[in-house]
């Protein structure tokens, strides 16, 4: 690689790195590039060099999280066969998408407001639910094939269960007002899901 391209990509991750910091600082949509550009030590003009705006940059970090889910995925895939309606399989599954949203906090912060901001006409909220939780659809299918009876359209149940770990995720860990360990938060929402997704006991 040469000089001119290493300092390139430097640059780049100094602003993705910047724009991490800074979207958990102050939000998605209170954050300016200026803000991003100060935080990463480059001048303002040098941001357009590398992305056209702000939602550009939040597409390259989605992409980073994506490639991140993946690797952690790689062995052996992740196959559709799960039942999400033993308590085990579901907290698991849960704990790991938990993690995930901490890991990649400024990510979730970003796209919730970005979406939130589309307005609701946009149906941009609905898109981003269906496919952040595909993969949570295909376990509910899944569910569903071995005849178990589901509260609703596996869609709609991996869409409910994404919105309310989004939002749980937006309002905890982005402002630390509730004094809960990730552990409490993963069995209080595993057994609020559990109780609606098998029914009563």
Request: no cysteine; net charge negative; aromatic share 4%.
């Amino acid at each position: 690689m040469s000089v001119r391209k290493a300092k390139a990509a430097e640059t780049r991750a100094a602003l993705l790195s910047a724009a991490r910091t800074v979207f958990v600082e102050r939000g998605y949509l209170n954050t300016k590039i200026v803000d991003i550009t100060s935080a990463a030590g480059r001048a303002t003009g040098v941001f357009y060099d590398h992305f056209a705006d702000k939602e550009e940059l939040l597409q390259a970090l989605l992409m980073e999280l994506h490639g991140q889910a993946r690797e952690r995925l790689a062995d052996g895939g992740h196959p559709r066969e799960h039942d999400l309606t033993d308590p085990e399989v579901l907290r698991e599954h849960l704990a790991t998408t938990w993690q995930v949203m901490r890991a990649n906090l400024p990510v979730v912060v970003a796209l919730f407001e970005s979406t939130v901001a589309a307005g609701p006409k946009s149906d941009a909220m609905w898109r981003r639910l269906t496919q952040d939780t595909d993969m949570i659809r295909d376990h509910l299918e899944y569910v569903r094939e071995l005849g178990r009876t589901l509260p609703g359209d596996p869609t709609l149940v991996a869409a409910a269960m994404g919105g309310m770990l989004s939002m749980l995720a937006y309002a905890t860990l982005s402002s630390g007002a509730i004094n809960a360990s990730d552990d409490e938060i993963v069995d209080t929402v595993t057994a609020l899901l559990l109780n609606g997704l098998a029914g009563p006991r």
